[in-house]
């Protein structure tokens, strides 16, 4: 996922009416660390790694369980849960 993408991806879930007051509160700080010259890949880490519980027990929002999907699955983190899983 490039930076544009994830920012709007972002701008989008934070102003859903949907989304729960903490996820928002999570994309919003994500959001500005990448706007502010962060990392892309190690915020979307930080940020996979913040929703994670939640996403393992189904209870994320839908749109962001589709963003948590998207970012987790972009292999960004390395291999297996937060890379530290061994290749088989």
Known sequence: MDKVTAL?????LIL??????WERQLLQISKE???DGQSLTRTLEELEF???PL???SNLTPK????????SNQH?????????LPND
């Open 64 to 71: 962001v369980a589709e963003f948590y999907q998207a970012i």
């Open 55 to 57: 996403a393992l027990r």
């Open 76 to 84: 960004l983190f390395g291999n297996g849960v937060g890379g530290m």
């Open 16 to 21: 859903d009416k949907h989304v729960r007051t």
């Open 50 to 52: 913040a929703l994670r």
């Open 33 to 35: 660390q990448i706007e």
């Open 8 to 12: 709007n991806w972002m701008y989008n």
